[in-house]
């Protein structure tokens, strides 16, 4: 199995409803194909971690990296995995413009603002760091 973490920015803007039509499709698609994982949405930027087998998350990965709701995708980690960070989420999601930032230990302002290119590939540790903490607070 691997794992694999990009960043993303929205090329529209995504109301709630928006969000919540996306999700129930990655839903329904990652659970046919034993995909699990997690999406944060913030200020117009998308984080994912993806987890399943190799091919079919190489093979999805593909498709969203393509999906023109989102553009300058950059992959922030990719790895051989032997267990699942999130084995019971087809993809778990959270919306950071309204989350509580003092929850978040190790909370870093690029959740607060538009990212630069550059930024997007600088933040491996940061946003790995962040993803753990979801698996424990969501
Ligand atoms: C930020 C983002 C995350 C997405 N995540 C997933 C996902 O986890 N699973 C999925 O099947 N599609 C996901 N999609 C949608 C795909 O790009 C694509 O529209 C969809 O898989 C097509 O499914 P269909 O062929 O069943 O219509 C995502 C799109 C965006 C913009």
Do not use: C
């Not at 329904?28 to 913030?42: C, I, P, Q, T």
């Not at 998308?46 to 992959?75: A, N, P, S, T, W």
Request: glycine share 6%; hydrophobic share 40%.
């Amino acid at each position: 199995m691997i794992r694999l973490i990009y960043a993303s920015a929205a090329t529209v803007d995504f109301t709630e409803s928006k969000l919540m039509q996306l999700l129930g499709k990655a839903r329904s698609n990652n659970e046919k194909e034993n995909v699990s994982g997690l999406l944060l949405y913030a200020k117009g930027n998308f984080f994912q971690i993806l987890e399943g087998q190799e091919e079919v998350v190489e093979k999805l990965y593909h498709r969203i990296e393509q999906d023109d709701r989102h553009h300058r995708v950059v992959v922030i980690d990719r790895s051989e995995i032997t267990q699942r960070i999130f084995p019971n989420w087809s993809m778990g999601f959270k919306n950071l413009e309204h989350f509580d930032r003092k929850e978040l230990r190790g909370y870093n302002d690029f959740l607060d603002r538009k990212l630069s290119a550059d930024e997007f590939g600088e933040m491996g540790k940061d946003i790995i760091y962040l993803i753990e903490q979801f698996s424990r607070a969501v």
